[in-house]
Structures are given as C-alpha cells and as structure tokens.
C-alpha cells in the first residue's frame, strides 16, 4: 500500500519496454525502484507490437537501422545489451521464439509471454510497479520529487521513458518531452514514422477501389531503399516497405515505387517481342489482376505486344520500374508505430543516458531522438536503452 510519501533509489515513470527493462537492472543492482504508470496495464505496446506476436528485437541489431540527429549516439547501449542477450532472457522462461525474415525475430506464444516474462523478472528484483497513477509535476531539490495522484515519491534518481506520441489510445503522451523542456533540455522535431502514407485527392479517387490489394516492391525516396510489400488502404499506402520508407519521406517528396523488382521485364518484353498476347495479360502474370487492370487503364492502352513501337515498349518498362507518386501526407500519431525525434542526444550521456546539465534524471527508449526501422530494432533500442540507464541509477 502507497504511503502519501515514497522515498526510493530510482522512479521510472512508464511502464513500456525500456522503462521495466531499466527497473529490473536497478533492481537487480540492489536499488529500490518504483515504475509509475498512468496507464492500467503495464507494457501496452509490448503487448500491440508485432500484430500481437512482439517482433522483440532483430539478429541484424546495428547503428544503421536507427535515425538520429547523432548516428552513433546508440552504439553505446545497443553493444552493452545485444540481441542475444534478449534472447537469452526468453531462453530462460522456456519462451519459444521463431526468425520471419531479415533478422525479425518474433514470440512463438504471443507478446503477452514477453510481458509475463518482464513481470517475473522484475518481482525477482523487487521492483514496484504503480499503476493508474496520474502525475501532477516533477522538480528536483535534493531530490527528485514526482507529485502524482497515489502520493509523492522521493528518489535520486528519475528516469524518464515515457515514449513517443504515437498509439494516443494506449497511453502515449508528450509528458517526456515536456519535462526535458522543463529541465531545459532540447527536443528534436518530431512527426510520426513507420506510419502509411495518404493518397492526394485525385489519386485516392482513382486508387481507393484497390483497397486490400498487395504488391511485392522496392520503395525509394531520399536516398533510401527498401524492399517488400505495399498495401493499398482506402487512404493511401501501406505495408512494410511504405512503413519503412515513411520514416525517410517528408512533406512533398515523390516516393519512387519499383513494382517488378525482382524480375527484368525489359527481357521479356524483347523475348515477346513478336507475340500477339494482349500487354495486360502478360503483365497479368505478374501482378493481382486488380492492380494491373487499373495501372494499364491508367498508363498504356493495352494491345498486342508485337503491335507496341520500341519506344512504347521503354516507356512502359520505365513505369513499371519507376512509378512516381506523391503522398499528401501520413496517417499520423493514431497509425504510426512510432515518433521520429524526440529528447536531442547531445544533451545525453550515451553510456548512461543521464542528462548532461541535470545530474540524476535520465531519458531511455523512444523519448529520445532514436528511431530504428521496421522489424524489432524500436524494442531493442528500448531494452538496450533501459538497460544502459538502469547500471548507473
Ligand atoms: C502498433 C505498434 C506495433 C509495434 N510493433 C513493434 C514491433 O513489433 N517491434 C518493435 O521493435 N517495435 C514495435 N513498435 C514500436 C515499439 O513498441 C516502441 O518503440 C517501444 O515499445 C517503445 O518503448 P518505450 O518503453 O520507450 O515506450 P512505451 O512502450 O511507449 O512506454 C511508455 C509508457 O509511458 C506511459 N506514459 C506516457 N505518458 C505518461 C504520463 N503522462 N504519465 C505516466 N505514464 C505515461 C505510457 O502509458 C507507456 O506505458 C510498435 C509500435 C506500435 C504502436
């Protein structure tokens, strides 16, 4: 039961991935650490991630499938805590995991195993976690002081893993940008990414009927690549390699869609080159009839392939390699898996996540202006962070 008065070691406020990582080192440490929580349910988006099944980190885990204003910042933690490392944690539980691809690797029981696995380690290194507790204000004397609607707590070290902005619907808040602003520390601009993009006007009333289609490509925008499938929805595009490429996109940029490309069409046109099969049936074989049904009604008037001059033929081949389209805009905080931006690295130690002007208060997990890509490198960055914090509290 709360007393009106709390003094702990350490009070991490949110109770997501990196925060309950944090605890369970502190706590194992030997320090007394309180997890506090507006939400009901201790980690929320554990619990979405990964459609449910928690893509809980990547085999391919490096500084290179992370965004920040400082690209090395999270080389410190990410090595301190590894993959294998989470890995050996389920391990330990008897929690089977399984590989998908390109590193991915997912529970085999669903994320509520991780979660359960959270708990139990963190009962075992006696850490508390209150939950529904709203806060009202944060500063520091001596000590911190965390005034919140279960009592105040007093401790010397606070940890601030609140996240991102996204998923308002499971609990996330600016709260940990606020309080770095309050201790006058710098905020990166922040917007959603991992996130599906939104058709303009015209294009959504010619693409909207595609809706639940699905088409293996390779998505590029500034300089950035990725390969996989794109979704249409009835707003726009989604889909893994649009998630990946809206961390890259800003307002106004094209996006570049290669929509064969792993096949060299151009070939094979030369191959047919004197056959009579209609261009849409031969390009039928290697798209979802809707998809192709409509891309051919928009760009080519389909005929007989040997009917097609030569520099029909290149026109065709460069649209298919190329397709241009120009999102309006993303889904936004509601849809996306995760904010771009947050608590600017400088102001951090990347060996403790302590603030640099403000000894004591630390800032792990998505807060901070680190966003890895699609396929478990935002949750390793969480456990690493945590961990890295939770050594130094
Ligand atoms: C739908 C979805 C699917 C995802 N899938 C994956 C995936 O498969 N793999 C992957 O690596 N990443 C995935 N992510 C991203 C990943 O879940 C997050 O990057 C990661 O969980 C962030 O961890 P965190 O501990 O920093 O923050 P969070 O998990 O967001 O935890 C923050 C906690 O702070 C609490 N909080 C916020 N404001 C306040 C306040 N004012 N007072 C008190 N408490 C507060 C929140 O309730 C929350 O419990 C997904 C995200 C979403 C939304």
Request: one cysteine or more; a positive charge; glycine letters at 12%.
């Amino acid at each position: 039961m709360l007393t009106s008065l709390m003094e702990r070691d350490v009070v991490i406020i949110g109770a997501g991935a990196a925060g309950l990582m944090c605890a369970i080192e502190a706590g194992r440490r030997g320090r007394r650490a309180s997890v506090i929580d507006h939400s009901g349910k201790a980690g929320q988006k554990i619990r979405v991630s990964g459609g449910g099944n928690c893509n809980f980190t990547n085999l391919n885990t490096g500084p290179e499938h992370y965004i920040s204003q400082n690209p090395h910042f999270c080389k410190s933690a990410l090595s301190r805590f590894t993959p294998g490392d989470v890995i050996s944690l389920l391990v330990k539980h008897g929690i089977g995991y399984h590989e998908k691809e390109n590193g991915q690797l997912f529970c085999d029981e669903g994320s509520g195993s991780i979660i359960n696995i959270i708990r139990k380690e963190g009962e075992a290194a006696g850490v508390q976690i209150h939950l529904n507790c709203r806060i009202s204000g944060t500063r520091k004397q001596e000590f911190f002081n965390v005034a919140t609607s279960r009592g105040t707590f007093l401790s010397k070290s606070l940890v601030i893993a609140t996240g991102g902005l996204s998923y308002p619907k499971i609990g996330a808040t600016g709260f940990g940008h606020k309080v770095a602003e309050n201790f006058g520390l710098k905020v990166t601009p922040l917007r959603p990414a991992l996130v599906p993009l939104t058709f303009n006007r015209k294009d959504l009333s010619i693409f909207s009927e595609l809706s639940g289609v699905s088409v293996k490509a390779k998505v590029g925008c500034n300089n950035k690549e990725f390969y996989g499938n794109i979704l249409f929805t009835h707003k726009g595009l989604s889909g893994p390699a649009i998630l990946q490429i809206s961390s890259y996109w800003n307002n106004g940029d094209t996006i570049h869609i290669d929509l064969l490309p792993d096949f060299n069409i151009r070939e094979t046109f030369i191959e047919k080159r004197q056959s009579r099969m209609e261009m849409k049936n031969l390009l039928a074989l290697y798209f979802p009839k809707r998809f192709i049904q409509k891309w051919c009604e928009l760009y080519i008037r389909s005929k007989p392939v040997y009917q097609y001059a030569d520099k029909d033929i290149e026109d065709i081949v460069r649209r298919l390699k190329n397709w241009e389209i120009k999102p309006a805009g993303s889904e936004g905080y509601s849809s996306a898996e995760v904010t771009l931006g947050g608590v600017d690295t400088n102001e951090l130690s990347s060996k403790t996540m302590e603030a640099k002007k403000v000894p004591g208060l630390y800032f792990i997990g998505e807060v901070v202006d680190v966003t890895g890509q699609l396929g478990g490198y935002n949750l390793q960055w969480a456990w690493a962070s945590g961990h890295a914090a939770g050594q130094f509290v």
